[in-house]
């Protein structure tokens, strides 16, 4: 397990060297620069001085390097959007309605999922699976902003009952959260029926029944407990990735997270913003995955990582 972490944690380090790399490239490609637009514009003499000030007259290599030494120090520099505070502090405060509203989302999508598809595993082959399963397809196929639109629609503007968008009043985060629970709900649909399918067919259910034990404590101390290690693994990247900041929800909701940040660094070539949100959502996800791996080695005592025998 030690050496299987190690490798890993190096792992990680390659790929974030990798990310930043590819990234950083990718930046400096796009035509243009952060004064070049209509919504700073400058003279030349000013944007040649900005320039020199913030380096981005010296080569890719040298910029680079002097970015990836303040990263190190966990400095990421100023947004060229906000001078006036740290990229950092920027996150900081953009971090807690992503990390509100998409882990809300989680935590409640995911226990309905389970549910969901628990009812239809126990009920195959009849209306309720065949509801489920529909429910869970269109749940992973329909595109977030739509689920946005259709929830604005018909809860905002047909209904009246809820507040469009905005944010500061809990009535304003319902939408959202249910936007950002449909796929955690049709994700978990999906794993727990299937899983469970696959346990309810296997010999020591069998076994079980032949001893006599009741059907609700072979489904929920034995079925269920088999079927819920799989969807250990899923959780953290899928809190991860609705954490961050969906760009579109919060758009359509006008929720001031992280997701918006993604989009207005790009307009505005605001590189240290725009690396700083890769290489954060890069490391949560990677060390997501790592304890997820873990988590599932410890709950199932058949897999065996790094350094343990076979």
Known sequence: MVLYILRRLLS???????????????????????????????????????????????PLWVQYVNYMK????????????????TVISLLADAWPPSLLL???????????????????????????????SAL???????????????????????????????????????????AYAAIPVATYARYTRSAMLDNLNRPFVTALRAKGLSENRIIFQHVLRNSAIPMVAVFLPMFIGTATGSI?????FRVPGLGSYFVSSIENRDYPLEMALVLMVTLAFCFAYLISDVAYAWLNPRIRLGDQPR
Do not use: C
């Open 248 to 252: 579109f929800v919060e758009a359509m």
């Open 70 to 85: 303040g990263v190190l120090t966990f400095d990421f520099g100023f947004p060229y959007q906000a001078p006036g505070e």
């Open 136 to 178: 869970a397809t269109l749940g992973l196929t329909i595109p977030v902003f739509v689920i946005s639109m259709l929830l604005i629609l018909v809860f905002a503007v047909w209904l009246q009952w809820l507040p469009a968008s905005g944010w500061g009043k809990p009535e304003r985060w319902i939408l959202p959260i249910i």
């Open 102 to 132: 998409g882990g809300l989302g989680v935590i409640i999508g995911a226990p309905l999922g389970i549910l969901l598809g628990m009812a239809a595993a126990l009920n195959r082959n009849t209306w309720i699976d065949y509801l489920a």
């Open 12 to 58: 990680i380090a390659f790929t974030f060297f990798v990310v930043s790399v590819i990234v950083f490239l990718m930046m400096h490609a796009v035509p243009g620069g952060p004064f070049d637009g209509n919504d700073m514009p400058v003279s030349k003499a000013v944007r040649d001085t900005l320039m020199a000030k913030l380096g981005l007259d010296q």
